[in-house]
């Protein structure tokens, strides 16, 4: 049974969120249909300028594929994010920058295209915060194989609909989600069709 004081809510299809977590709740990111990307970044809430960074994450956690237990850190390589619970196939990544208007020039695109980091701006903006940068994102429940030469692939998720991640706040955070609007190469399904998602923010260790 759902815990009465869990709130449940939308990540909008090609859009962003962001929340205020306290340390030790529980964020539980949900593929609602399955296919879709999740571009997602952590803040220190006592200071923007300290934030999850993937390249320090991977030297702690040894591997670019966080799994369950795998504790992610900030550019001051202190705990942030850990991996508490995972029924989503277990492949995320952390080395895709995030879509930006420039990737879809290069794409092709001669119109304006959403992306993740103008969601990201605009996410944060809602909670009167801005940021200079844009980190490396966690792309949860993105598949990018890497072959044996070094080689990457863009496929899509191996997730199915209604799975999902759980992560443990070890700060009290900001945390923001982008669903990925990227609909020119099949990281968001063969369709390439973005979807929406939801997340679930868990009352503390006994959620």
């Known amino acids: 049974m759902q815990n009465p004081s869990t709130r449940v ?6 859009c962003g969120t962001a929340a205020r977590v306290s340390a030790g709740q529980r964020v539980r990111v949900i593929n609602t249909h399955g296919q879709q990307v999740v571009d997602t970044w952590a803040y220190a809430q006592s200071d923007p300028g300290e934030f ?5 994450s991977r030297g702690h956690i040894g591997t670019i594929f966080p799994s369950t237990g795998s504790v992610m850190r900030t550019n001051r390589r202190r705990p942030i994010l850990s991996f508490v619970e995972d029924i989503s196939g277990g492949r995320h990544d952390t080395l ?17 295209h959403a992306n993740c980091t103008d969601n990201l701006a605009a996410a944060l903006g809602e909670l009167d915060l801005t940021t200079e940068r844009t980190p490396c994102p966690l792309n949860l429940f993105m598949n990018i194989p890497i072959e044996s030469d070094g080689g990457l692939t863009f496929a899509p998720p191996v997730s199915s609909a ?14 923001v ?8 190469v099949p990281v968001n399904g063969l369709n390439c069709t973005p979807t929406d998602a939801h997340f679930e923010i868990l009352a ?4």
């Not at 759980?166 to 945390?175: C, G, H, N, S």
């Open 204 to 207: 503390g260790e006994s959620a």
């Open 162 to 175: 209604g799975q999902w991640v759980t992560l443990r706040a070890e700060m009290d955070l900001v945390i």
């Open 177 to 184: 989600f982008s669903a990925c609007p990227q609909d020119l």
């Open 96 to 112: 895709i920058a995030a879509c930006d208007r420039y990737r879809y020039q290069l794409l092709g695109c001669t119109t304006h």
């Open 9 to 14: 809510r939308l990540i909008p299809a090609r």
């Open 52 to 56: 999850m960074s993937m390249e320090h």
